[in-house]
């Protein structure tokens, strides 16, 4: 049976963002040379909130209805504003492989909330999938760690950026049954550039200092991870589950060490490729059959 053309846009929607969000990880640890993490979640939140705001004009998407402020509101402070500084300031103090291990506890943290809060149940080929590709972020953080001991500050913040990440997907979904996913993203990214006003002085400084580099990778991660990533996943978080959106980032660890090994020419371990395997075979499982993303409601 083919797929519907909105099934098909959903499944273009969430490989566009899980690749982007995987380029994200690069750009972040090159411009955290140069930038404090307020000032960075900042400096990518101001660029994104403007194309956005042009697209919604271009497409007349409007004001979002009352029914959906409550889901932006509390999405635009958790995920794009505590999140983003959390996670900045987590991957400073801990190496690459600690951080992912911790943050990926995020799509755990949906799928028990999603199944509490949202009624969505929880499907035993998600919870098999979800063990599989955790499994996987294991290795490849195993793999990709430096070794040294982490900073419990570190492991907090990431464990911070996590459970935030994790309610704010829970709040976008019911925002999502009244308003498009343009307005979604484009007023949750302008609540968080607001909560993020007391870094602009930091901003404003270090943009003074940074090597043109560091300042296009801000603004890299203004437009694609968090512009058009962010619109493209609330898309397909309209269709489908939130517990089965969470799930699919695990695509994300994976991806990131093949950017890695193409972009940087760093060589990945076996260990870190069986991880992506395991990363790959655990989303392919947590959907219940090949190719199912959307969901039947």
């Known amino acids: 049976m083919s797929k519907r053309p909105s099934d098909r846009g959903a499944l273009l929607a969430a490989a566009v963002t ?4 995987a380029s994200a990880f690069v750009a972040i640890r090159s411009a955290g040379h140069d930038f404090s993490p307020g000032a960075l979640a900042l400096g990518r939140l101001l660029p994104a909130v403007a194309v956005l705001a042009l697209i919604s004009l271009r497409q007349h998407a409007g004001w979002p209805p009352r029914a959906a402020w409550p889901g932006i509101a509390i999405t635009g402070v958790l995920w794009f504003g505590v999140y983003m500084v959390a996670l900045n300031w987590g991957e400073q103090r801990v190496d690459a492989g600690t951080a992912a291990m911790v943050v990926n506890i995020g799509p755990i943290l949906i799928a028990l909330l999603s199944g509490w809060l949202l009624g969505e149940g929880l499907p035993r080929p998600l919870i098999l999938g979800i063990t599989v590709s955790f499994a996987g972020v294991i290795l490849v953080g195993i793999a990709t760690s430096t070794g040294s001991h982490p900073s419990l500050a570190g492991v907090l913040l990431c464990l911070l950026a996590a459970v935030s990440y994790a309610l704010a997907v829970v709040s976008q979904k019911p925002a999502l049954r009244h308003a498009w996913a343009l307005q979604v ?95 790959l075979a655990g989303v392919a499982l947590s959907r219940g059959r090949p190719g199912s993303l959307v969901s039947t409601r």
């Open 18 to 21: 899980v690749v982007l969000w």
């Open 185 to 279: 993203t484009t007023f949750g990214c302008a609540v968080g550039a607001l909560a993020c006003l007391p870094f602009s002085g930091q901003l404003v400084s270090q943009l003074t200092n940074a090597p043109l580099t560091a300042t296009l990778s801000v603004v890299y991660l203004g437009v694609f991870p968090t512009a058009v990533a962010f619109t493209t996943w609330a898309y397909a978080l309209s269709r489908t589950s939130a517990s089965q959106m969470g799930a699919t980032t695990y695509l994300v660890p994976a991806l990131t060490v093949l950017m890695s090994w193409a972009i940087l020419g760093q060589i990945p371990s076996w260990l870190a490729l069986a991880g992506g395997v395991l990363c």
